[in-house]
């Protein structure tokens, strides 16, 4: 968004020559020709900047400084001011001005300082924000986020983590589902007690029922002993249930009766066992749909969703990115032992452009990547990998527009251009799940892993990991 600057001077010539020059440089001006005209401006709307002369009539310039600062604190304040004056305007500083300039105005001066300016005052908004988010991880488990919709989310753990209600997250992968699960458990009445996760769509169908019911000894082969399951070694706590639309319906009514009765049954046992559990379900497919094509359970879907929290993807909060990415340049800046100090304005820029199909996990693992490779003091554009400074929003060639001239083509290069753009497409398709993304281009899950790192399109997590057949 453009800065918003409101220039204060009873000279029409002063105040003409800088309506100009800013607006040259892409700001927002507005004029006024006196301090109370300015205040008035001030009722109607807010200004990030003002520049304001020294000496006006009815009103100085120190005395509107007075009533800008009163009423917007954070608002710039720079003085203008005639030569022989600048013990005044000293003064001014002292009262909260940032700067001032004296005329007559040299315009690469008036530039440079307006542009630090500035720049100082997002670089202390975005401190601001970086220190509330670190207060939101204190309290939210690592859930970081400043935007308008995770202030909803926020809002909605606060309210729901002291109810033992069941709650469905929804959301892509990537989107910190399990993060907000633990951030309701953890700052709720069961913080004290187990929060044990469950990614179904990790363990096979065949292990599934013994891993979260348990068994008996001797109630299959390789059964050597009795074996609680997870929603016991959770009883009195939460159970996680991670991924929830991979469920067999097999497991999905046996889920369903520990969820009205409050009872599971091992495998291989006779009676009953009594389990007290809140559950908490995630998943990044649409449920609705599901049940309508008979793959999932009406009535488990309706008691797993009393209360629904989306997580939202982070392309549909970019605001967000400055704050996670310095979140993660601190965290990995300690991690492995580097002294990056900051993201250069080019390369946060490139990073605010992209549109993360594998959303916030996918940031920092370009955050570490970088952290680990920078070895300069800041990070810039060409720090960051491809993937980031290509992105997959800008076409790559087909082959169908791919014309051969007299000097020939790279058939390698071209050939990796297009296996990189389906399976960025593919990645897109799948929500950023990437065994996902290998069934829909029909390869395997240890050929996608080797893809995926060969064209630096992020990395495959443990919780995508799973045996090949």
């Given at each position: 968004m453009k800065a918003k600057i409101l220039v204060v001077d009873d000279e029409e010539s002063i105040r003409e020559f800088l309506d100009i020059m800013l607006s040259k440089e892409g700001y927002e001006v507005t004029c006024a020709e006196d301090g109370q005209k300015a205040l008035d401006l001030f009722k109607k709307k807010s200004f990030d900047m003002v520049i304001s002369d020294l000496q006006m009539p009815n009103m100085t310039g120190i005395e509107l400084l007075k009533e800008v600062k009163s009423q917007s604190p954070d608002t710039l304040f720079m003085m203008i001011t005639a030569f022989g004056t600048t013990e005044t305007a000293v003064e001014a500083m002292k009262l909260?001005?940032?700067?001032?300039?004296?005329?007559?105005?040299?315009?690469?001066e008036v530039r440079i300082n307006v542009a630090n300016a500035l720049r100082s005052k997002n670089l202390e908004v975005e401190n601001r924000s970086l220190k509330r988010v670190l207060e939101v991880e204190n309290s939210f488990q690592n859930l970081v986020g400043n935007s308008e919709k995770m202030h909803q989310v926020f809002d909605l753990i606060r309210r729901v983590s002291q109810a033992p209600t069941n709650i469905l997250i929804t959301g892509e992968s990537g989107t910190g589902k399990e993060m907000i699960a633990k951030a309701i458990h953890f700052n709720g009445p069961l913080k004290d007690k187990p929060f044990v996760p469950v990614n179904c769509g990790a363990i096979p169908e065949s292990l599934m029922e013994s891993e979260v019911f348990g068994h008996k000894k001797g109630s299959f082969t390789g059964a050597v002993s009795d074996k609680a399951g997870l929603f016991e070694v959770a009883d009195?706590?939460?159970?996680?249930?991670?991924?929830?639309?991979?469920?067999?319906?097999?497991?999905?009514?046996?889920?369903?009766r520990a969820i009205q009765e409050r009872v599971i049954r091992r495998v291989g046992a006779v009676e009953d066992t009594k389990v007290n559990v809140r559950i908490i379900a995630a998943t990044n497919r649409d449920l609705k749909k599901m049940v309508e094509e008979g793959s999932f359970r009406q009535d488990l879907f309706y008691r797993l969703n009393v209360i629904n929290i989306h997580a939202p993807a982070l392309r549909e909060r970019k605001e967000d990115i400055p704050v996670l990415a310095r979140y993660f340049l601190k965290k990995y800046n300690e991690k492995l032992g580097k002294n990056i100090s900051d993201i250069s304005d080019e390369a946060m820029n490139i990073l605010k452009k992209y549109d993360y199909p594998g959303n916030v996990r996918e940031l920092e693992n370009?955050?570490?990547?970088?952290?680990a490779l920078e070895g300069g003091a800041t990070i810039l554009p060409e720090s960051l990998p491809p993937l980031v400074t290509t992105p997959s929003g800008r076409k790559m060639a087909s082959s169908h527009e791919i014309e051969i001239t007299e000097e020939g083509i790279d058939l390698d290069k071209v050939i990796g251009q297009i296996e990189k753009e389906l399976l960025i497409k593919a990645i897109h398709a799948a929500n950023g799940v990437k065994k996902r993304a290998a069934k829909l281009l029909n390869i395997s899950f240890r050929s996608m892993r080797?893809?995926?790192?060969?064209?630096?399109?992020?990395?495959?997590?443990?919780?995508?990991?799973?045996?090949e057949a």
């Open positions: 909260g001005a940032y700067d001032y300039i004296t005329k007559p105005f040299k315009i690469d009195g706590g939460t159970i996680f249930l991670d991924e929830v639309g991979e469920l067999p319906l097999s497991i999905q009514v046996k889920l369903l370009i955050i570490e990547r970088t952290v080797y893809r995926v790192e060969k064209y630096g399109l992020g990395s495959i997590n443990d919780e995508e990991m799973e045996e």
